[in-house]
């Protein structure tokens, strides 16, 4: 969608380095940010969240970031291995205040990782 | 995996034809989504459900209905399939107003001729 912005849209990294994915949004009044994994010909499965009253998640080798000023959220993922390799998504509320939980995903981001 | 199942996993029909795939769930979850997953375009939003017989539509509705009689399927139909609606389309629950967090069912893969 429109209100979320990925970036970048392919990553090549070796494998034991760090990949970083970027997103901005529009909404100032967004709180819940999820990061998605799908890995070819699966489902799309959530990796990480987070909501905006904290600034950091970590979950071992995964961390995402929130920028509220900035508006921009980030997922981490260090010590990356062949298996990380899939498209991650970014996602953040369509709705304000509202309880239909919506979302806008971002055009979502190939990372390889090349052993 | 949250109960979803989708039917069909793979179709493949001509221009013109009706087409329903089908969203069923078994954990009473009130709120479903329909995406369309395009290269480069991530995941759209094509219609939600927020109870019986309660939908609306999303960002990319043209051409496709909807339909919820029960709490466990959520039916998406294709009234007379187009080429720009190949692609794979995925159902995603949400399990009330105070769990944000969506998960998605495996997926159609449809291809319209």
């Known amino acids: 969608g429109e209100n979320v912005e990925q970036h970048p849209s392919t990553l090549s990294v070796q494998e034991g380095d760090s990949a970083v994915i970027k997103c901005t949004y529009s909404d100032s009044a967004s709180n819940y940010f999820p990061w998605y994994k799908q890995e070819l010909g699966k489902r799309p499965q959530l990796i990480i969240d987070?909501?905006?009253?904290?600034g950091e998640k970590k979950d071992q080798r995964i961390a995402v970031t929130l920028n509220k000023t900035a508006k921009h959220f980030s997922l981490h993922i260090t010590e990356t291995q062949p298996e990380d390799s899939a498209v991650y998504f970014c996602a953040s509320p369509a709705d304000r205040g509202s309880t239909l939980g919506r979302l806008y995903f971002g055009r979502g981001t190939q990372l390889t990782v090349w052993p | 995996d949250a109960g979803i199942t989708q039917s069909p996993r793979h179709k493949v029909t001509e221009t013109g034809t009706p087409v329903t795939l089908r969203c069923h769930q078994t954990?009473?979850?009130?709120?479903m989504y329909w995406y369309r997953q395009d290269p480069g375009h991530g995941l759209r939003l094509i219609h939600y459900?927020?109870?019986?017989?309660?939908?609306d539509k999303g960002e990319v509705s043209d051409g496709y209905s909807v339909s919820r009689s029960k709490t466990e399927d959520f039916l998406l139909t294709l009234e007379s399939a187009t080429s720009s609606q190949t692609s794979v389309y995925f159902c995603?629950?949400?399990?009330?107003?105070?769990?944000?967090?969506?998960?998605f069912g495996p997926g159609t893969r449809l291809l319209v001729l």
């Open positions: 954990e009473n979850h009130r709120y």
């Open positions: 987070i909501r905006s009253n904290v």
């Open positions: 459900s927020y109870g019986v017989k309660d939908t």
């Open positions: 995603a629950i949400r399990s009330g107003t105070t769990e944000e967090t969506q998960y």
